[in-house]
């Protein structure tokens, strides 16, 4: 017990460990909040992509302002259902353009392939492109690039179809 | 010690009476004699000198016993701070101008175009050098005990060497560099939980941009070289008290027991070289039990000025030609400007990862994105402490060795196909019909 005494080299002795830690999580605090990615970064903000008709069915129409692609998919019905595709592959973040001779998305870093909702369908890619969340406000299509959709997994196969024609990587 | 310095012969020409005039001797302590002691206490008395002992065993001049590797890592490294300091005087960390700098280096200042050459071959050099002499310590079984902490720095200077040449690599603000870049941070996004946390904090956003080039360009500036250069000297420290490489020559002391002791003569007494055999104990600051485990055959050392200066000054001047030849006969690449909406192909990253972006084409990504490159790091660290075999020879440890060629071969494979290999798609390219090597 004579151990737990507080003896001035004691106190001393735990002032040091305490001041030495608070000193550490200040300084790692500081750091933090210094160093931390700025929030609302970059493109974050609300689209207007206008009237919903101007984007015929089976189309993928690229959006600079957003880094994103508007598309109207038809399901396996042929309903017609829109969806704002962020351009970044899932992958490794490369810009995955719209191949128009096969009506899909075609990753040129690593070969992943993607249908036109963004399922996807071949390649590395971990699951189907991201999106951005689409509303229909007074009849104007508007995309909110703030906000990201993760993409659906592998499997989700509600869009895919057979490709229109030949691939863009072609044989490389 | 008595104070019994020999005077110098009598001045003889202008020189020798500058060298013998108060203000040199201000400097310079002691005359240059060319006496045991005479060359210990130059040793002594000098900042630069004595960063190596005064003596150093026999065996450490021989090409074959290291390949000075790290001694070459080193060469490289102050290439590289030289030339990088160079290559500041025109750079400005700014999207808007980073590009346009790298260009005008390029074209309008005098041997801009040279100095960013070394820069960037003597960087990729440092990386393949430091991962050779990574793998001839291992061979060497050189990161045993009492070497095991001195191979968990090694460890970190491979790590702070490759943070050196990825931050490096962005500064251009080129399309090579920003693709590369953005398929190396993303690597990043697949370590669990934490990985969009430490890759925006990486990054300093959502995707590479201002916040980006000006955190890489601090870490590459400062943060970095104060990083290595601390850990560096702790390394090559060590390497002296350690008694530096492993002896290997077969009258070496038995396995396990070597270089346990200091071979740090430096704090010998030097005074008369003493005829063969006769042995002298080291005056110095050890523990108890070396003081009498310290008693050596004196004959085993040699100066290490002017032997292993000379040799590493002809090494060092080696180096400096051939970073020199490189950066000569090739240019380092300059792509167009970095555009975030075109993604070029192929997009690789830097040549070092390329190895794990080729693993994670093939496998999911928490095994090949977290679990191999992690789980190597932790192996190569914990394997000094769980390694208990003694022995250095290669015929007494053939699993580790087994083990870690496979690795090695493993690792340079994935590194080969996807460096040399690969094109547009992720799709093969034999390099004999279309070279997609990004350096």
């Known amino acids: 017990m004579a151990s737990m005494r507080t003896t001035r080299r004691n106190l001393l002795r ?70 704002a595709i962020s351009q970044k592959c899932p992958h490794l973040g490369c810009r995955v353009p719209f191949c128009e001779s096969s009506g899909r998305f075609e990753c040129p870093c690593h070969g992943s392939v993607f249908d036109l909702a963004g399922e996807w369908i071949s390649g590395p890619s971990p699951r189907g492109m991201d999106q951005h969340p689409l509303t229909l406000e007074d009849g104007v299509l508007v995309v909110d690039t703030g906000k990201k959709l993760t993409g659906p997994d592998h499997g989700a196969n509600q869009y895919v179809s057979a490709p229109k024609g030949p691939s863009c990587a072609g044989k490389g | 010690m008595t104070d019994t ?37 130059q040793s002594f008395s000098n900042v630069f000198l004595h960063v190596y002992p005064v003596k150093v065993p026999k065996r450490v001049l021989r090409l074959r016993y290291s390949w000075r590797l790290g001694y070459i890592a080193t060469v490289l490294f102050a290439i590289l701070v030289t030339t990088g300091i160079y290559l500041m005087f025109f750079y400005t960390p700014s999207v808007t101008s980073a590009y346009g700098d790298m260009q005008k280096l390029r074209t309008g200042v005098g041997f801009g175009q040279l100095v960013r050459n070394v820069h960037r071959w003597s960087a990729h050099l440092m990386v393949l050098v430091v991962v050779i002499h990574l793998a001839r310590v291992f061979y060497a079984g050189a990161y045993k005990r009492p070497r095991q902490f001195n191979w968990l720095l090694g460890l970190g200077l491979l790590a702070i060497t490759l943070g050196f040449s990825f931050t490096g690599y962005l500064l251009p603000w080129d399309q090579l560099s920003y693709w590369a870049v953005t398929v190396g941070t993303n690597l990043v996004n697949y370590v669990p939980l934490l990985g969009g946390t430490i890759r925006d904090l990486l990054i300093g956003g959502e995707q590479i941009g201002q916040a980006t080039l000006q955190r890489f360009y601090a870490l590459h500036v400062a943060v970095l070289p104060l990083l290595l250069a601390m850990l560096l000297t702790v390394h090559i420290w060590r390497v002296r008290k350690d008694g530096f490489a492993v002896a290997r020559d077969a009258t070496s002391q038995p396995a396990g027991s070597q270089s346990t002791a200091p071979a740090d003569a430096g704090e ?67 792509r167009g400007l970095a555009n975030p909406s075109l993604t070029p192909e192929p997009a690789k990253a830097p040549w070092y990862f390329v190895g794990l972006q080729e693993l994670l084409s093939r496998f999911d990504p928490l095994v090949a994105g977290i679990f191999v490159p992690v789980g190597a790091f932790v192996m190569l660290g914990v394997l000094p402490y769980i390694d208990r075999n003694p022995a250095t020879e290669a015929r007494h440890r053939k699993v580790a060795i087994v083990v870690f060629t496979i690795v090695l071969v493993v690792a340079t494979g994935l590194t080969v196909v996807g460096a040399l290999f690969r094109g547009p798609g992720w799709k093969l390219v034999p390099p004999w019909q279309h070279s997609y090597l990004e350096l």
């Open chain 2, 268 to 334: 010998a007494d030097v005074d008369e070289a003493p005829a063969p055999d006769v042995r002298v104990r080291l005056l110095g600051v050890v523990d108890r039990q070396s003081v009498t485990a310290e008693e050596r055959l004196t004959d085993d050392t040699v100066f290490t000025w002017p032997h292993l200066l000379v040799r590493h000054a002809v090494v060092g001047l080696g180096v400096a030609a051939v970073t020199l030849a490189l950066g000569v006969l090739f240019a380092a690449p300059l």
């Open chain 1, 14 to 83: 735990t002032g040091w460990k305490l001041g030495g830690g608070a000193l550490a999580a200040i300084a790692g605090w500081t750091s933090w909040e210094l160093l931390r990615p700025l929030s609302a970064s970059g493109a974050g903000g609300k689209i207007k992509l206008g009237d919903p008709q101007n984007f015929a069915s089976g189309t993928a129409t690229f959006v600079n302002e957003g880094r994103l692609f508007v598309v109207n998919a038809p399901d396996h019905n042929g309903q017609g259902h829109y969806f």
């Open chain 2, 5 to 41: 310095v020999p005077s110098a012969p009598a001045p003889r020409g202008r020189w020798a009476r500058v060298r013998e005039s108060e203000a040199w001797r201000s400097v310079f302590r002691h005359p240059p004699l060319d006496t045991p002691r005479g060359r210990a206490l």
